[in-house]
């Protein structure tokens, strides 16, 4: 699904963002807004609603990080406090005047929340849906033509803007093809993957089944069940092979020189 930039929503979400104990950013009035080319959408809050204190003048980076926006920077800070410095956690952009946007990314702030419930990775998006429907249909899935799982119990699950992926019971995959690794992710929507796997046969793929042990309310029935990357496998439903999607390529950051 095609990547569109969404006009600016106002939102009167509760939002505060936390380094340490300290309440860097409390706003009930920020903007929801969506940049061109990235993914997620951020926040950009009034200035009063951000601790000036904590932001001290920066220059601009060497090198653009994921969670820098694509947007003209007029001005840079670095969020300070007491002995933590957020390198460029905080930005002023072109034509949003009386605004700041701060960093969500993972390991800057250290707890950040809508309303009173904690919000990992990025704000949630109100144009994202995600349905995870048990379904008797019969999913099988192939690497190499090796049968790596198959069920009538698979959980079938539809996130906007992504492929379906197919949640299978544990007790129909043949884990003696699978080998653990120690990768990890989150989801601001499903929760932690703290499980994952990789295939090796006649070719290796890494990282291509996932698996949420506690995943948040309402998704609590793929907990455990686990998901296969259809981008390198192959994947049918009652017989019928399903499409592999292409794999989304997130534009790279590059250097400012």
Known sequence: MEQKTREPLPSAR???GFVGNTRVVDSRDQLLVWEEELPVPRYLFPDEDV?????????????????????????????????????????????????????????????WYEEDQEVFEHPHDPFVHIDAL??????????????????????????????????????????????????ESICPYKGFATNYWSVTS????????????????????????????????????DGVPQTRPVPKQWPARSRLE
């Open 14 to 16: 509760w939002v505060r």
């Open 51 to 111: 601790r000036s204190e904590n932001l001290i003048p920066a220059g601009a980076p060497d090198e653009l990080r994921y969670h820098h926006p694509n947007s003209e920077v007029t001005s840079w800070f670095d969020v300070v406090v007491d002995n933590r410095i957020i390198r460029h956690g905080a930005w002023r952009m072109k034509g949003a005047d009386g605004y700041t946007g701060v960093t969500w990314e993972r390991g800057e702030f250290d707890h």
């Open 134 to 183: 048990p379904s008797s249909r019969l999913v099988t899935v192939r690497h190499d033509d090796v049968v790596l799982g198959e069920s009538r119990d698979a959980i079938f699950l539809w996130e906007t803007g992504l492929p379906p992926r197919y949640y299978l019971p544990r007790r129909d995959i043949d884990f003696d093809l699978l080998t653990p690794t120690t990768t």
């Open 202 to 237: 006649k070719s290796s793929l890494t990282d291509i089944a996932w698996s949420y042990p506690e995943p948040f309310f309402p998704y609590r029935n793929i907990a455990g069940a686990v998901a296969f990357l259809h981008e390198e496998l192959d994947i049918s439903v």
